[in-house]
């Protein structure tokens, strides 16, 4: 057992090792966890804008593919609207099915 002389001195250890523990295992996870979550928010908004402008790039090509007219351009917006949720809900199915959920 400790001697009473020694004690502020195990307690000074104690805080030391608490604080170099804490920071090793708490701060340091946090860091690495916000890093991976702020790439991921990245890479999210820049694939969310290449979605974007893809949709409306196919928009554009499918209207000038039709005949002229407002009925043609019309029918455009429709078919093109009518793909991107036939896309959009084949990724949702393909992410689900490969979680699990």
């Known amino acids: 057992m400790a001697n ?21 295992e708490t701060v340091e996870p946090a ?3 916000g890093r991976f979550a702020g ?7 820049a694939f969310a804008i290449g979605m974007l402008l893809l949709g409306i790039a ?9 005949p002229d007219g407002p009925n043609w351009t019309a029918l ?3 078919v093109s609207a009518t793909a991107l949720v ?12 490969d979680t699990g959920s």
């Open 4 to 24: 009473p002389s020694e004690l502020p001195e195990l307690i000074r250890e104690f805080t030391d090792m608490s604080k170099e523990y804490l920071l090793q």
């Open 31 to 33: 860091k690495q966890l």
């Open 86 to 97: 036939v896309i959009a809900s084949i990724i949702v199915w393909l992410t689900a099915r």
């Open 76 to 78: 455009g917006y429709v």
């Open 58 to 66: 196919g928009t554009r090509w499918i209207v000038r593919a039709m």
């Open 39 to 45: 790439f991921s928010v990245g890479a999210a908004f």
